[in-house]
């Protein structure tokens, strides 16, 4: 993972110069100030389609217990076009960050921790696309603290002996991530998450990477339509003891998603339906795996869905801009910037650049979708080529996405929380 200081060196700056934030320091819900809200627009730097419409917010309280400045941001194009999309932003330090979250109730046991790349803003088709994320752990509270489990199950995610609060390398020289809720989950399922987070952090030197390895094929899920959720069963095995023949690899949206559908089971009650041969019935999906693309742009209804490469459409729809400036704004996704490269991991620098070309279905089918006129149809068109050649996938950017549906949408599944800001 790519180890970022450009916010460090940008607050260092913006602290020399005098442009200390104007919210004022005990803020007690998320506000808006134009004066902030420039300077933050200056600071991240980000494209207007990494950020999300209002209507992904999950309700939070008026008040809320903590001393982070809490931020209402509203992205400058979005000002322009009169549309409400940005994010919410907790501006706060490292030190003691996951007693301030767990607190405050913005982190809760169940939430997806979103690692968020601003510095991917522009670099091209693949980084652009995926709205910057890449990678996704989960959160479980204990004891006050926020933990995170992740896979890869190492101490470079879960922190020196394994303490798992937000403390690790990769936690450590990150700057921003996005929170995620999952809808409805009751006491008991948050309950039976921090049982299974438990396990599995207890158990990781025994059974990573012997019996639970690391995929790094995010185009290679176990998730299979129609099929039974036999490799959540096996993670399941794994968290009881029960030493399952084989191994079984997993990236790291999959493995967050596949604890998520635990919820449903007590891993304290339940662990002799995990050695039968059928998959226990408490183990349910916890959001639609997506297809490449979907149709909500194109056929808004209840049912309809978004896909893997949905996301910026989908934020770039909710401006409602003129013909000429959508279009443009829609090349610009497509873009590769060869300089901004450089600002990505080895790793994701690589998949990047083999990416690029091949996103040129893509891009025709961004540019139909988002004309709003007679090549939508050609958009649908593209639509079933294209998701037929791509696997259904939780992708780490797949649970953000699922937070632009409508509110009442079926699919819907996940609400926006808030987006962390590290100083």
């Not at 921003?176 to 999952?182: E, S």
Request: charged share 20%; with cysteine; net charge positive.
């Amino acid at each position: 993972m790519l180890k970022t200081t450009r916010f460090l060196l940008l607050a260092s700056v913006m602290t020399a110069a005098g442009l200390a934030m104007s919210v004022p320091a005990q803020a007690k819900e998320f506000v808006y100030d134009a004066k902030t809200n420039q300077q933050i627009a200056k600071r991240l730097g980000i494209p207007v389609y990494f950020t999300v419409p209002d209507s992904a917010r999950l309700p939070l309280p008026k008040s809320i217990d903590t001393p982070d400045r809490l931020i209402d941001f509203k992205h400058p194009d979005a000002i322009k076009a009169n549309a409400e999309v940005g994010l919410r932003l907790v501006v706060t330090k490292r030190s003691g960050l996951a007693k301030r979250l767990a607190k405050s109730g913005l982190v809760q046991t169940g939430d997806l921790l979103l690692t968020f790349r601003a510095e991917w803003g522009g670099v091209g088709a693949y980084p652009n696309v995926q709205m910057g994320i890449s990678h996704t752990g989960l959160a479980y509270l204990k004891d006050g603290v926020v933990h995170n489990i992740d896979n890869p199950l190492s101490e470079e995610y879960m922190g020196r002996g394994m303490r798992a609060e937000l403390n690790s390398e990769h936690y450590n020289t990150l700057n921003l991530l996005h929170i995620i809720r999952p809808r409805n989950l009751t006491e008991a399922q948050r309950a039976n998450l921090v049982a299974w987070a438990t396990r599995l952090n207890k158990s990781a030197h025994k059974v990573y990477p012997s019996k639970l390895k690391f995929n790094q094929d995010y185009n290679d899920p176990k998730y299979k339509p129609r099929k039974p959720l036999d490799f959540v069963q096996h993670l399941g095995q794994i968290a009881l003891g029960q030493n399952p023949p084989g191994t079984i690899d997993m990236f790291c949206s999959e493995f967050a998603w596949s604890l998520l559908a635990l919820r449903g089971c007590d891993p304290a009650t339940s662990a002799a339906d995990f050695k039968g041969e059928n998959v226990p019935a408490c183990i349910t999906p916890p959001m639609r795996p997506m297809r490449a693309t979907g149709n909500y742009v194109t056929s808004k209804s209840r049912s309809s869905y978004v896909g893997l490469g949905d996301g910026p459409l989908v934020v770039i729809d909710a401006l409602k801009l003129p013909a000429p400036e959508r279009e443009s704004l829609v090349k610009s996704i497509f873009v590769a910037n060869p300089a901004g490269f450089k600002r990505m991991s080895v790793g994701h620098r690589e998949l990047a650049q083999s990416m690029q070309p091949k996103f040129e279905k893509l891009e025709t089918y961004y540019a139909s979708a988002a004309s709003g006129s007679w090549l939508g149809v050609k958009a649908r068109l593209l639509s079933a080529a294209i998701s037929r050649s791509i696997p259904e996938n939780y992708s780490p950017t797949s649970f953000l996405i699922n937070t632009l549906l409508a509110p009442d949408n079926a699919n819907r599944s996940m609400d926006y929380v808030a987006t962390i800001l590290i100083e």
